[in-house]
């Protein structure tokens, strides 16, 4: 199983950016998905999470700004980010629990995509 991210770059503030990430390999479903980042010195932080029904969670920085969503028929989530801010400069991170062929629920996280918000 891998996940593919994308969408990652360079913005000016105020802009907007995509990003998807693509699950693909032996799923049988996806649970949750999220995204994390991790700006320059600082630790890994949860931006958003949704739930296989679609249940969305933000942290209080992006409320407003991101939206979560996926598309469970392409094991595929994206997060569409407006108004961006340098300070959402980080490396963004894709994640999702899902379950394999066998049934076991695994965790697995994409390579990561730079976003760079300038000033």
């Known amino acids: 199983v891998q996940l593919q991210a994308s969408g990652g770059g360079l913005v000016q503030a105020g802009g907007s950016l995509r990003l998807s990430c693509a699950a693909s390999g032996s799923i049988l479903s996806i649970n949750m998905q999220g995204w994390y980042r991790q700006a320059p010195g600082k630790q890994r932080e949860l931006v958003a999470t949704i739930t296989s029904g679609g249940r969305t969670s933000y942290a209080d920085s992006v409320k407003g700004r991101f939206t979560i969503s996926r598309d469970n028929a392409e094991n595929t989530v994206y997060l569409q980010m407006n108004s961006l801010k340098p300070e959402d400069t980080a490396v963004y991170y894709c994640?999702?629990?899902?379950?394999?062929?066998?049934?076991?629920?695994?965790?697995?996280w994409g390579q990561g995509t730079l976003v760079t918000v300038s000033s």
């Open positions: 994640n999702a629990a899902l379950y394999r062929m066998n049934k076991a629920l695994y965790d697995y």
